[in-house]
Nanobody
Framework: QVQLVESGGGLVQPGGSLRLSCLAS????????MSWYRQAPGKERELVAT????????TYAESMKGRSTISRDNTKNTLYLQMNSLKPEDTATYYC?????????WGQGTQVTVSS
């Protein structure tokens, strides 16, 4: 079955950086567009970034543009999100997602807390 396992979250000071990872299994990872989402307490889940199957095309939410980089290693079935210049408002649970066979699959999420 499809499994997505995020890691790399943690507590970081404002201005700091984190690299999130998402290990995928149960589907042909290299053939599918992947996305990162986040959800802050009391807020709706929002799209952070998307990357095409081969990695040649990426899109970002305005809030993260210029401060984050989505990438993937199809040899390792792993999706990444490098986040820099983190702000307190980036505090959220971050999820990876794939639309596979007409269904969205989500990981369990990894918590990112930006605080001094």
């Amino acid at each position: 079955q499809v499994q997505l396992v995020e890691s790399g979250g943690g507590l970081v000071q404002p201005g700091g950086s984190l690299r999130l990872s998402c290990l995928a299994s149960g589907f042909p990872f290299s053939a599918y567009t992947m996305s990162w989402y986040r959800q802050a307490p009391g807020k709706e889940r929002e799209l952070v970034a998307t990357i095409s199957s081969a990695g040649g095309s990426t899109t970002y939410a305005e809030s993260m543009k210029g401060r984050s980089t989505i990438s993937r290693d199809n040899t390792k079935n792993t999706l990444y999100l490098q986040m820099n210049s983190l702000k307190p408002e980036d505090t959220a649970t971050y999820y990876c997602k794939v639309l596979y066979r007409w269904r969205d699959y989500w990981g369990q999420g990894t918590q990112v807390t930006v605080s001094s």
